[in-house]
């Protein structure tokens, strides 16, 4: 039983949920939810799926308090190379599409600001795929530059390479493991602002979600919220 469905059936009337999400993970054992299931087809726009389904329903409904919305569309765009000067349009390349995605992303804050909700939304942002450039099996296949798409296939055993040396680097590059998952919103704990866990996984996102509405749900990972001894400064992390 997946999360969305568990936290329905261990609080009813207490967790309100709806899930806006593709045909195939609407399934049970994925984001099924009871009561308010939207499934639409892998290749329906994103900024539709927001502005025609998910802000409407959030608007009308104001008492959710378990919300899911996937956006699909960037595993469809695997151009290269990753990055352009020019992005005539957002399907043109990876860096096109995560500036698209920003943008709405950045719609959707507006949206829970301008509405009041935002003060007591924990916004999860998390994506099932990674991202990585500059590795052997880019340079193997023709890149000059570490400016080249992460899509590239299997076998996934690639190193960093140092395009300036033109050489290996020495190190494993994980190729896309390295994900999205970050935590905003007015319901973050203040100090917990600003801050990293150097190191999450995938699997740690759905039992950060159960913590965080209070709710049992048995899975692999590991609430974010049970480390926060371990976090370090933004600032610090990325120097």
Not at 12 to 41: N, Q
Not at 61 to 71: E, G, I, P, Q, S
Not at 126 to 138: E, F, I, L, M, R
Request: proline residues 7%; glycine residues 8%; hydrophobic residues 40%.
């Amino acid at each position: 039983m997946g999360l969305f469905e568990f936290a329905q059936h261990y609080a009813p009337g207490r967790v309100r949920s709806a899930c806006f999400t593709t045909d195939r993970w609407i399934a049970p054992g994925y984001f099924y939810t009871p009561g308010y299931p939207v499934a639409l087809s892998a290749y329906y726009p994103d900024e539709r799926v927001w502005h025609e389904f998910a802000a409407p329903f959030l608007r009308r409904r104001r008492d959710w308090n378990l919300v899911c919305v996937y956006f699909p569309v960037m595993d469809s765009v695997s151009f290269c190379p990753s990055y352009s000067d020019r992005n005539p349009h957002p399907r043109s390349s990876k860096h096109a599409y995560m500036l698209f995605l920003d943008e709405l992303v950045g719609d959707i804050v507006d949206f829970l600001v301008r509405f009041k909700f935002w003060g007591d939304t924990l916004l999860v942002l998390a994506s099932d795929h990674g991202y990585h450039a500059a590795c052997s099996t880019a340079r193997r296949l023709g890149a000059g530059s570490p400016n080249w798409c992460c899509d590239h296939p299997p076998p996934h055993d690639c190193e960093v390479w140092d395009f300036a040396k033109d050489a290996g680097a020495g190190r494993y590059s994980g190729c896309t493991r390295r994900v999205l998952f970050l935590l905003a919103g007015g319901a973050l704990e203040g100090k917990l602002r600003g801050r990293v866990l150097p190191r999450a996984e995938i699997i740690d996102v759905a039992p950060t979600i159960a913590d965080a509405l209070d709710v049992p749900y048995e899975c692999e990972g590991t609430s974010v919220f049970k480390r926060k001894g371990e976090t370090v400064s933004a600032k610090d992390y990325l120097k």
